[in-house]
Nanobody
Framework: QVQLVESGGGLVQAGGSLRLSCAAS????????MGWYRQGPGNERELVAT???????NYADSVKGRFTISRDNAKNTVYLQMNSLKPNDTGVYYC?????????????WGQGTQVTVSS
């Protein structure tokens, strides 16, 4: 099992910044892609950004140029730097990790951290 613990959420005014962190623990050997998803009020969970073990990134169009995903493999941690935040960035942000282990693909989620952007 892999445990993912997010931190760094909070309340910020529009135009401000936040940095989210997600630390993986447990059976971390074999973790490959990690990413961030979010779920706004009344919305389905959506992809925000992903990053491979080697650092290749992918972003939702809505956050390109404002958010940056990065990871520190030595610390088993992925980060999401969020700049120029907008009210519609509000939501619960979830960390996600894929783990390949003996031919199986496992997927894990964190408990989520609330981000609220006020106008």
């Amino acid at each position: 099992q892999v445990q993912l613990v997010e931190s760094g959420g909070g309340l910020v005014q529009a135009g401000g910044s936040l940095r989210l962190s997600c630390a993986a623990s447990g059976d971390i050997f074999g973790i490959n892609d990690m990413g961030w998803y979010r779920q706004g009020p009344g919305n389905e969970r959506e992809l925000v950004a992903t990053i491979t073990w080697g650092g290749i990134t992918n972003y939702a169009d809505s956050v390109k140029g404002r958010f940056t995903i990065s990871r520190d493999n030595a610390k088993n941690t992925v980060y999401l730097q969020m700049n120029s935040l907008k009210p519609n960035d509000t939501g619960v942000y979830y960390c996600n990790a894929d783990r390949k282990w003996y031919g199986t693909l496992q997927n894990y989620w964190g408990q989520g951290t609330q981000v609220t952007v006020s106008s």
